[in-house]
């Protein structure tokens, strides 16, 4: 394959060479299973037990509060479906927001078949939560409050503090979707009174189908995959020793980078903005300037069908995406873009660009020279294009 400009970090990340170097040995040398009692065994046991104290520091919780699960997608079930179960006594209130992952958002619709009322909280035009609309949609059998850290599309970074308080001060579980967040922002659980958290390796540098969910000691929640004793008994199956200690270098090696990393994606992130808003008429940065994910660029460009440009980008070595990956192949525009006001036809034609730190200026400078191109062509023979020059 020719060289590719890799602009979809948002969807998944190239695992770190020296992530797969810590996972290497766990596969052929040291591969006993964990909850055994010879030495090969422990081997394993010792590993699992170091990546659980790294995640554990890195979030300023306990290594008891953290669970291993294979991914952002089942942390986020578990953490909704299994509240909702432990606390249907007390009610079957749940909130949540309009721009949640597929994850939590289809969990959700699950759970109202199941006879528990959702309340979907609104978001203003940058894509942040009313926390206004937020505080009125609590209610005495409201039991959790599920509002993701970080928005997978459009990169906003939500007031998790002041939500967290809204959920403390009115003793309703909040669980929040950080898979986008962890790895990239500061989290601290306690400062932010969150009581479950869901995260996921590959969205990190780190491996696929390995991730974590962090519950908050007291919260009672019962198992999820049932089985043996693993995970405290909370989460079956044999422990994924490979994944987990990759998911550990992970989180080590994002943390110690964070803030170099961070900066160098927004200097990329804001020079493609900044570009792109100049050179190319007619287009909208969607998502929150400032409250928003380093990495992120989200635009929509009038008379343009998203999928047509990943389409020609791809033919010149640019992965990007539209919409969010789980959704490509549907017609439906994006939920996130909808829930920011965007009317449909204006939501088809968006372009997510997710940098990582080993991107370029020069690739930036190539990525935008294709857009325009690209938007120019599709333009051409756009008849609505058209019929709007002829009318302007
Ligand atoms: C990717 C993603 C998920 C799903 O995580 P998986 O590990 O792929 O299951 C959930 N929520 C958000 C916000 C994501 O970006």
Request: hydrophobic share 35%.
């Amino acid at each position: 394959m020719d060289k590719i400009i890799y602009l979809d970090n948002a969807a998944t990340t190239k695992t770190a060479p020296q992530v797969v170097e810590a996972m290497l040995p766990y596969f052929s040398n040291y591969y006993g299973n964990a909850s055994s009692i010879y030495r090969l065994g422990a081997e394993s046991k010792k590993a699992v037990a170091k990546s659980r104290e790294v995640i554990a520091g890195s979030l300023n919780a306990d290594s008891s509060e953290i669970y291993f699960t294979a991914g952002g997608s089942e942390s986020d079930n578990w953490a909704i479906i299994a509240a909702a179960e432990a606390y249907e006594t007390k009610g079957k209130h749940i909130i949540t927001s309009r721009i949640e992952h597929h994850a939590v958002l289809h969990t959700c619709q699950y759970l109202e078949k199941k006879g528990y009322e959702i309340t979907y909280i609104d978001v203003n035009e940058e894509g942040i939560i009313d926390l206004e609309g937020l505080k009125k949609a609590v209610r005495p059998d409201t039991i959790l409050i599920s509002i993701m850290f970080a928005n997978n599309e459009i990169g906003t970074i939500q007031p998790v503090k002041e939500i967290g308080e809204i959920a403390k001060e009115n003793g309703i579980l909040f669980h929040t979707d950080a898979v986008q967040a962890y790895g990239h922002v500061p989290i601290d659980v306690e400062a932010l009174h969150i009581d479950m958290l869901s995260a996921s390796g590959h969205k990190l540098n780190g491996p696929k189908g390995i991730g974590f969910l962090y519950i908050r000691k007291g919260v009672k929640i019962r198992s999820f995959i049932h089985g043996g004793a693993q995970e405290r008994s909370r989460r079956a199956g044999t422990e994924n020793v490979p994944g987990i200690v990759g998911l550990g270098a992970a989180a080590e090696r994002a943390f110690e980078s964070m803030e170099q990393r961070s900066q160098k994606e927004s200097k990329l992130r804001d020079y493609l903005i900044s570009r792109l808003e100049k050179e190319i008429p007619y287009c909208r940065l969607n998502g929150d300037r400032e409250r928003r994910l380093s990495n992120n660029v989200n635009f929509v460009f009038r008379f343009i069908e998203g999928e047509s440009m990943l389409i020609m980008l791809d033919g010149k070595g640019i992965c990007a995406s539209s919409g969010s990956a789980c959704t490509s192949g549907s017609l439906d525009p994006s939920h996130v873009l909808l829930a920011i006001g965007l009317p449909h036809e204006i939501a088809h034609g968006s372009l997510r660009l997710t940098v990582s730190e080993e991107n370029t200026l020069e690739e930036m400078d190539y990525v935008v020279d294709s857009i325009k191109e690209i938007v120019d062509r599709l333009r051409q023979m756009s008849p609505l294009y058209e019929d709007f020059i002829k009318k302007s």
